[in-house]
């Protein structure tokens, strides 16, 4: 089934040049039926087929749904919304950046799906290194495989200049254990989101995904 329609991407179209609170309210009617809702089922759908295969996905698509609202406290840009649906499926949704979890973005430009373990703590970037010392080619076996490359291309990630001692020789045989983030991710066309097997499509990049995710999991948990 196709969850969304034509008017998803033509509202948030719409949404760009017309970045108020005054035209969003008289459009909210149309918000709720063509972007809140449909896109709230959807990610209800890919919970729902995330636990059938992880059981530690107890979670809602409301725990998981960014707000369209723009924090626009420190920021120059003062639009009141942003231009696009966003989540973050994890154990613990858009509250925990650093649990490894899926972040899809749905917006007129691309639908982005991306695997992450986005914000580590201190601590837990060190089990993460600690790990991937401990097992190098099992974690290169994780991102090297034809799916995930074909997929997803890369790990990426800001870097830390400098690493502790102890991880600096295995730095030489694998460059990631100098990240302080790691994603993966890629982008598919706009006109992908009213297709009917999106929900069969993006769980197939997160069955892509999960290995090394679950290795950073086992990590840091």
Not at 73 to 97: P, Q, V
Not at 117 to 138: E, M, N, V
Not at 200 to 219: G, R, V
Request: glycine share 4%; aromatic share 14%.
């Amino acid at each position: 089934m196709s969850y969304f329609t034509d008017d998803f991407s033509e509202f948030f179209k719409e949404l760009t040049v017309n970045n108020n609170t005054e035209w969003f309210h008289a459009n909210k009617e149309r918000y709720e039926k063509s972007v809140k809702e449909p896109f709230e089922a959807f990610v209800e759908k890919i919970i729902e087929e995330i636990c059938i295969l992880d059981t530690d996905y107890q979670i809602t698509s409301k725990e998981c749904i960014f707000r369209l609202h723009r924090d626009v406290r420190f920021s120059k840009d003062k639009s009141s919304y942003k231009l696009f649906s966003s989540a973050a499926i994890s154990t613990n949704g858009r509250k925990n950046k650093s649990l490894p979890g899926m972040y899809i973005r749905f917006s007129p430009e691309n639908i982005t799906i991306m695997g992450r373990c986005y914000q580590p703590s201190s601590l837990q970037l060190h089990k993460i290194r600690a790990a991937i010392s401990a097992d190098t080619k099992g974690f290169r076996f994780l991102i090297d495989n034809e799916d995930f490359k074909e997929k997803f291309g890369s790990v990426r990630g800001e870097i830390n200049k400098r690493i502790p001692k102890e991880f600096q020789s295995a730095l030489k045989n694998e460059p990631l254990i100098a990240n302080k983030q790691f994603y993966y991710g890629t982008t598919l066309p706009p006109e992908t989101i009213t297709n009917h097997n999106l929900d069969s499509l993006i769980m197939e990049y997160w069955k892509t995904m999960q290995p090394l995710n679950n290795f950073f999991n086992k990590a840091i948990l």
